[in-house]
């Protein structure tokens, strides 16, 4: 059963903690993307990896970090330094830009 | 800033009727995709359409692109109310990339 999934759904944080946000893809696709969205809103790209031990900031990567050390995984931490994190996170995967994107179900992530 | 912008930001219509949305963009792109997004949960891609295509067709789908003025329009015939969703369009940039995402537009399909 081929897809992308994120773990947890949803995740509660205490100011001043950080937390990890699992996104794992069975699709062999190369590139994967973490998004924001925020209520009534579209999505905003926080960082995105072409390759595995590669990744680049997207627009809004500020209180983000991520890493790509196995093809399947990229997980994004929001860190203390993320003044405003309560948002819907959503990760996405593609065969290569600007392919389609796939996108798993997302972490509704809200601080306490 | 946003590359696309859809138009409207919220739609609401009986079923059976035609649902018509717009997305406008700023730069030359290579290609633009629409995707749509069920309350809550992930996006889910509908359609794409190169910047060398005018028109596509998938189902009761279809869309137009009109480079000169840098827009599209998603059409959804004889809609349903399971069409109820957010629909996003996403423009490529420069380089490929990356995906840039509009707004949306809030689509009700009512009963």
């Known amino acids: 059963d081929g897809g992308i999934t994120q773990s947890p759904k949803y995740l509660f944080r205490k100011e001043g903690q950080n937390v990890t946000l699992s996104c794992e893809q069975n699709?062999?696709?190369?590139?994967m993307y973490w998004y924001r969205q925020d209520p009534g809103q579209g999505l905003r790209l926080i960082y995105y990896?072409?390759?595995?031990?590669?990744?680049q900031k997207g627009d809004i990567a500020e209180g983000y970090s991520v890493s790509r050390e196995k093809k399947e995984s990229f997980p994004l931490t929001v860190t203390s330094a993320q003044k405003n994190p309560t948002a819907f996170y959503l990760c996405?995967?593609?065969?290569?830009?600007?392919?389609?994107?796939?996108f798993g179900p997302g972490t509704r992530l809200t601080v306490l | 800033s946003q590359q696309g912008e859809e138009d409207p930001q919220a739609l609401s219509i009986q079923e059976g009727e035609n649902a018509t949305m717009n997305c406008s963009y700023k730069?030359?792109?290579?290609?633009l995709q629409w995707y749509r997004q069920n309350s809550g949960r992930g996006l889910v891609h509908l359609i794409l359409?190169?910047?060398?295509?005018r028109e596509k067709h998938s189902g009761r789908l279809r869309v137009t692109l009109d480079t000169s003025k840098k827009s599209s329009s998603l059409l959804i015939t004889a809609s349903r109310a399971a069409d109820t969703a957010s629909y996003f369009c996403?423009?490529?940039?420069?380089?490929?990339?990356?995906?840039?995402f509009g707004g949306g537009t809030r689509l009700m399909v009512k009963p």
């Open positions: 990896s072409q390759i595995v031990n590669d990744f």
């Open positions: 359409i190169r910047s060398n295509e």
């Open positions: 996405a995967s593609s065969a290569g830009p600007p392919d389609t994107q796939y």
């Open positions: 699709l062999n696709h190369d590139a």
């Open positions: 996403a423009t490529d940039n420069r380089a490929g990339n990356m995906l840039t």
């Open positions: 730069t030359s792109i290579n290609n």
